[in-house]
């Protein structure tokens, strides 16, 4: 089967993992704090913080900007559930801007809209979390000023998007009091096995994230504190969490951060190739806006179904048949039972919806040779024209 989506390790990958074995250090090591600069100095950002798991990192984000209970966060339906979720673990509310029907991203203009209805309702978002979906960048800069003017804390849920572009600067670049949170799960851009970090140029957040990823607590600053107080003094200031990421996957992640910018190219090659071969079948590639540039986490196809004698489950169904791991991004997260029951409904956010009846992710992967890329391609259009 060929996979959608799959890690690229190569011998040095696994020697620096090897490396960290054979070390004092299994977790909180050196390979931290190196991983943490690494990643700030790749995204152009102040601080990195590295945690267990793009999912933790989102939860550590949302609570270092304040999100509590009866506060609102907004996302979008087009994602993974931790988006959504991880407003919930801090006990705010959820709710959802419908997506771009070109970009399938947050929709700025919903965004401004609604941002207006709610301000004079008085019940503006806390936060707001944008996806750069399939890695394809929303427009960051209107994102931004929306962020300014309304008051609300700009978490970016870049998972997709580690080496995405936009106006000629990294995602992550320009946070200031906000966030960008990657993930390093195997299927994502580079891999620590699990693994995220969140990034900001915000001293305050990042002291926060810093803490609340160790229980709360803290050992700076009390060297003089007292005469009770020594070297093995320590102070729980909050309730913080273990989500430390261990030395072993550091390792592995500034092994992969260093081919980070050939498995991207990689992976824009490869969209380029589907772009070209797929033109002249009754499916919408995707549609990429003049201001960003993909890492291609995802490629993404919708279905003409008014030109097919198939439905989307019996292209998905032959795909996999013939050997083709395809998938699907996403499920709309209102959708799913557990917001049912929180009073969201099909037709809420009516654009997302229609996408996800079309979509289907087709294999994209940096190790994805050019032989199984055709091979894909070939059977794909087999599929669609008899
Ligand atoms: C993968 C992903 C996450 C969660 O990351 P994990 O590292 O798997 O916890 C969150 N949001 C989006 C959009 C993702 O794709």
Redesign the pocket.
Known sequence: MIPYGHQDLDDSDIEAVVDVLRSDWLTQGPAIGEFERRVAAYCGSRHAVAVN????A?HLACLAAGVGPGDTVWTTPN??V??ANCALYCGATIDFVDIDPRSYNLCPNRLEDKLACAARAGNLPKAVIP?HFAGQPCDIDALRALSAKYGFCLIE?A??AFGAGYRGRPVGRGCGSGLA?F???PV?IITTG???VAVTDDERIYRKLLLLRTHGITRDGFEAADAESGPWYYEQQALGFNYRLTDLQAALGISQLKRADSMVARRRELAARYDRALASLPVTTPVQGAVGLSSW?LYVIRLHLDALRKSRLEVFNALRTAGIGVNVHYIPVHLQPYFRKRGFKPGDFPVAEQYYREAITLPLYSGLADAQQDFVIETLGGILLN
Not at 53 to 56: L, R
């Open positions: 798991s793009g999912t933790s989102l994602t993974f931790a988006s996806v849920d998972c997709h949170v993930s390093f799960h994502k699990e693994g995220g986490h």
